[in-house]
């Protein structure tokens, strides 16, 4: 959908603007990675029709959200900018965009307020919408994943590899969002990462809503059919890339459960420059509440999958989403996701309370009905639960010689000739190194654990 705005860059206005300065354009991404890896294509195309980046939200002639309709108060925060851009409408020209993952009702709610929407689904027509703007700009994107991103960072990429779900979890509003499942081509990918580490990137971070179902949307039905379209699966996907290099960190996200096959256990096991880090979202310990948000599994089964793994790669770091309060969602049901946060042993756990997105199948189907005050005390609870495992793990780690990329440093606010580095572990843990000297950021350094904290570690170089 695209507004009929006055065009800011029409007749004399356009001269002057030649003159005097270039177009700067404004990026505000809420949601997940893959919101950011969108993002950074985005961000190529304003380029190519003349705009730069400025992080000042307030000298933008083109503002453009990257919006996430997963959570409500993400799309809070869209409306609470929308008044203040109208204002400033009114002072000097400005465009606003739309996109990202945007539930049919809050696109009702929302698109009419922006000059442009661009549909996550829809990506491929991002140059045309863009000429409805800028008629006098000549772009031709034929398809989303081909254009070229501007990374965020020189030695961490984030590599979409397909986008959209299948699985329709009650509670989730992707599928609506992103649609159903689409693999980029292997050969894209592999080549992407390849120059990506031809340049020097040090961490390379595959993506998608589910990849461990990568290349099933091609397989075709007919043996003739099947020979000129099938994709590679997404543990040889794996192995491909795994193989490019023999020095750089290799991660995954995300996982679900349900596909997570004993061919890509083995070949994790095997690949030499994946992390030891997997995130693996449960969601809850109760098989009552997993139906309800049509997880696919049983508490058992996702155990089971938890010990292969362990006992194929021993000190696999393990993470999970996990909601608390979700649509009657007993003290029962809670007491068995305290259990198995627990036996599984998670160091690190993304927890979120239930909120209704309207559009999923929960907002229809089941009530909301976990007063907030106990949302808010079992959010609690989880938290002081990881914070005892999260430190038990850091201490197993004390004495052990680990690589970390370093990603910031600074000063010590006190004392002037230190500097604290920060990066992280190949497990995600942060890593904590006062040193004399400041160290490279997006460089890997060999450290000793030294001390452990709550959420991470101190580390000194060796």
Avoid at 23 to 32: A, E, P, S
Avoid at 121 to 126: P, V
Avoid at 375 to 399: C, G, H, P, V, Y
Avoid at 437 to 449: A, D, N, P, R
Wanted: proline share 3%; hydrophobic share 35%.
């Amino acid at each position: 959908m695209v507004k009929n705005i006055k065009n800011p860059t029409e007749g004399p206005e356009r001269e002057r603007g030649k003159q005097s300065r270039r177009k700067k354009f404004h990026l505000i991404i809420f949601g997940c990675q893959m919101n950011y890896s969108d993002s950074e294509r985005l961000t190529t195309v304003l380029k190519k029709i003349g705009y730069t980046e400025t992080k000042q939200e307030a000298e933008a002639d083109l503002i453009a959200i990257v919006a996430c309709s997963v959570k409500q108060a993400a799309v809070d925060r869209i409306h609470s900018k929308i008044h203040k851009w109208q204002l400033t409408k009114e002072t000097r020209p400005l465009i606003t965009i739309l996109s990202g993952c945007v539930l049919d009702a809050d696109k009702k709610k929302l698109a009419h307020q922006f000059d442009l929407f661009i549909d996550i689904k829809n990506l491929e027509n991002l140059a045309d919408d863009i000429a409805n703007i800028h008629p006098e700009e000549k772009l031709a994107l034929p398809n989303f994943f081909d254009i070229s991103p501007s990374y965020g960072s020189d030695y961490r990429a984030y590599v979409p590899i397909m986008t959209g779900c299948n699985k329709f979890c009650s509670y989730c509003a992707v599928p609506y969002t992103r649609g159903r499942e689409t693999s980029r081509p292997s050969k894209h990918i592999i080549n992407e990462v390849q120059k990506l580490l031809d340049k020097g990137y040090k961490e390379i971070v595959l993506l998608g809503q589910n990849v461990n179902s990568y290349g099933l949307d091609k397989k075709a039905e007919g043996p003739e059919q099947s020979r000129r379209n099938k994709e590679i699966s997404f543990p040889e996907l794996l192995k491909k890339i795994d193989s490019l290099s023999n020095h750089f960190w290799l991660k995954f996200l995300t996982s679900h459960p349900y596909d997570m096959s004993d061919e890509l256990i083995t070949t994790m096991s095997k690949c030499k420059n994946l992390n030891d880090y997997l995130h693996l979202p449960v969601q809850c310990g109760s098989d009552e509440v997993l139906k309800k948000m049509n997880r696919h599994y049983t508490v058992a089964e996702y155990k089971k999958l938890i010990k292969k793994i362990k006992k194929q790669i021993p000190g696999m770091t393990l993470s999970t989403d996990i909601i608390v309060g979700f649509c009657g969602e007993s003290d029962k049901d809670f007491e068995a996701t305290k259990k198995l946060v627990k036996d599984v042993d998670y160091n690190l756990m993304y927890i979120s309370q239930y909120s209704t997105r309207i559009g999923t199948v929960a907002a229809k189907m089941h009530k909301d009905d976990v007063p907030k005050a106990i949302k808010k005390e079992r959010w609690q609870i989880m938290n002081d639960q990881l914070t005892i495992q999260s430190l038990a793990f850091n201490k197993n780690l004390i004495n052990q010689k680990r690589e970390v990329l370093i990603d910031i440093v600074k000063q010590d606010d006190k004392q002037k000739n230190i500097f604290i580095n920060i990066g992280k572990l190949s497990n995600y843990l942060p890593v904590y190194i006062e040193n004399n000297k400041s160290l490279k950021i997006g460089e890997f350094y060999q450290v000793e654990i030294t001390e452990a904290l709550d959420w991470g570690v101190k580390a000194k170089l060796i």
